[in-house]
């Protein structure tokens, strides 16, 4: 289960925070 949760949860903290310091997760914006 934490499999198909982990890509999700990461995916929707990159997204949010590219929103709120995408420089700290390391994403250029």
Known sequence: MAHSSFPYYTL???VHG???GG???G???
């Open 18 to 20: 590219l929103g709120r």
């Open 27 to 29: 994403c250029p914006t």
């Open 12 to 14: 929707g903290t990159i």
């Open 23 to 25: 420089k700290e997760l």
